[in-house]
């Protein structure tokens, strides 16, 4: 009880100054350190061209807190006193987004810069739900109140890159440094406005090896609910963001410790919910961080694919149980899966279509005889069904065997590829054999495909 008092005042607190602070603390080169082989060219020119015409401009948010990690950033958003209208004028390829918020997107040869007004308050005259979340806005502002609306103050730093100028309104440097996660404002007031931020919270602390500061922790357990009120395409974004982090594990884990699953994210409780499946969606989150940490590109298709797949093991299985042959027993199987996790997960229908073709892809690559093989070799999705079928063997629930098998099938030459299948022919016949008995044994009636 006392310590939530003292949590209260504490936040009363940093909310007046948070509000108030209208001049930044301004740090040079020297003191900042930031690399400037770092800054994309691209910001920079952005920058300057809007500087050139009389505006403000500065990069923002997330690429200013890893350029002061030292990381490369992997986007760049840029701050201005200019009207999206205003900016677009300034360059060739530029386009204006968003409803809600309206920003620019300046396209520079491969990369895009984003381009956004600096925001108003959150005052009186914005909407907001019976719970505080903020429905809808598009009022500009001023830059210390566009500071003060961002989530972290290590989000909400300004680095001018032509004078290689920090501006710093909430001590967001002092936090980098201390490595600690901190929201603006007062935090319970913050997440009401917009619960991902909790999500968001767990994401940074997990992702940048920060300590989360005390008063903003401890409203999250006790705020989580409020997460269902989230339109459930925005909190699958999120989600997205969290699997392909990096450090998809240690969210989850933090997910967990922070009370932030169990009913309120269903993407969550299906990795967390399969006492069969965990270990295989663990192995594949560990092996997507390793992925995304060398630069690689994650497909969201495969990675929803290997989410669900236990889901989709289980009802084909108990379909094939019921008589179903092989093949039309997976086909519905996956469409019961689709059909019931879809909507509640709000996977998008261009992400579906890699994951049944990477699912059915499964049964083909145990037909190792004849043209089978070859014919698959020509299947543009191979690659994601091979990916697939090795981290099925990792998991130990396909055979190693056969995963090599096709590693080798794969990259061998043509005579030796004969003998690749000639020697999986030696195999097969017993696999299938020990396949038949067994269904025979359980189940009298069942009728298994003869091998194609
Ligand atoms: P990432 O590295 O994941 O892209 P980021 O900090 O750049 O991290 P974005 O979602 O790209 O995150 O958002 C850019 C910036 O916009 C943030 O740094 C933050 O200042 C602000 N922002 C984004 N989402 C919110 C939010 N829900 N509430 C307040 N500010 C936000
Ligand atoms: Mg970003």
Redesign the pocket.
Known sequence: MIKRLVERVQTLFTRKSARVKKEPKRYPAADHRIDRALVSRSAVRVCETLQKAGFDAYI????V??LLLGVAP??F?VATNATPEQVKSHFRRAIIIGRRFRLVHVMMGPETIEVSTYRAPVGEEVATDEHGRVLADNVFGQRHEDAA???FTI??MYYDPTTETLLDYHDGLKDVRRKRLRMIGDPEARYRE?P??ML?AVRFAAKLGFEIDEATRAPIARLAGLIENVPAARVFDEML?LLTSGHSVACITRLRAEGLHHGLLPLLDVILEQPEGERFVMLALSRTDERVRAGKHIAPGFLFATLLWHEVLKRWKEREARGEHRIPALDAAIDDVLDAQTEKLAIQRRYTSDMREIWMLQPRFERRHGGAPYKLLEHLRLRAGYDFLLLRCAAQEAPAELGDWWTRFMHAPAEEREQLVASARALQPAGVARRRRRRRRGHAAVAVPPPA
């Open positions: 923002v948010g997330g690429a807190r890893d992997k986007d958003d609306r961002r989530d989000n909400a917009d991902v931020r968001r963001k």
